[in-house]
């Protein structure tokens, strides 16, 4: 069994899901996040250098303009990479936080789009109201939509850590809503390990809750430290601990071992965009070197996903008389 076998790969999903090459074309939104704005924050979370991300803040996300930024760059990506299915990629900052109309101009400006396939929209769980969930769910009823949910920990003195100005409250309502509201958009739960703050339980818990709600995909990154971000300066102050690559590895490992085989896992860590900008871990830097000797642990330790699952108990939901989600205590029955 090679390493790509062992787990549910993003290709495979792609694959499975497009029925050829496809490949996700970044757009900017023009919009911004709450812990930037100042609602919730200013300066944004901890770890983010959204200056590292590859799409640009500006007002320039109107229909015409998503169109634009789609014609210039996806003739280069068809050439390079052969792929037939394109799928809009809405990653940098919170790309539901804005009102539903904005929202809807610029999703279907993207759907319009000759070769573009369906869109993947990144975002926060606290910027999910229920008339963006229902927008999602009607333009995932005639298009892909896959919802890239940036819930990082679900342990809020981590997530405090993060400085991310939202709770694990707030991401199990959001996982909770997604599902009984939007049952035709595709969900891909982002998440950080190697906080200071995480709990030895961290990764195991975290499989246990993604296959409780019965997400489609989870995207896995080291925390990072990255210069121009909170992290940095906190660095500098006071070096705090981050995790080796074999600490990191048995992270990874734990949380495949406990994760339903029917969820993707569209990348196991990060690479830093930037070498000359990343203090901390210094593997986060060689991408080849990282990818090798963590599928060469997979091999040695005999690594399959969904092995260690004992039994996965999909929560039972409803919406309480206020539209908010009831019964999330039952996600911590399974341990
Ligand atoms: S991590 Fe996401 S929500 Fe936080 S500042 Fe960066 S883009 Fe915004």
Partial sequence: MNSLERYYSYNRYLHQTFGGKTYKVVVASGLTCPTRDGSIAKGGCAFCDVRGSSSY????????????????????????????HFLAYFQSYTNTYSDVEYLRTIYEAALS??????????????????????????????SYVSLELGVQSFENPTLDWLTRGHDRQSSLDALTKLRLRAPHVHVCVHLIFGSPTDSERAAEESAQILNSFQVQGVKLHQLMVLENTELARRWREQPFSVLSLEAYTDRVICFLEHLSPSIYVERLYANATHNDECLAPDWSQNRWETHNRIRDQFESR?????????????????????????????LTASR
């Fill in 57 to 84: 803040f500006g007002k320039q996300g109107r229909g015409n303009e998503i169109q634009d930024q789609i014609r210039a760059r996806l003739p280069a990506i068809r050439e390079r990479f052969g792929a037939s």
């Fill in 113 to 142: 789009e000759d070769g573009v396939s369906g869109l993947c929209v990144g975002t926060r769980p606290d910027c999910l109201p229920d008339p963006v969930i229902d927008l999602l769910e009607e333009l995932a009823q005639k």
């Fill in 302 to 330: 005999n690594c399959i996903q969904g092995t260690r699952l004992i039994h996965t108990t999909p929560v039972s939901m409803s919406l309480g008389p206020s539209g908010c989600p009831e019964n999330t205590s039952q």
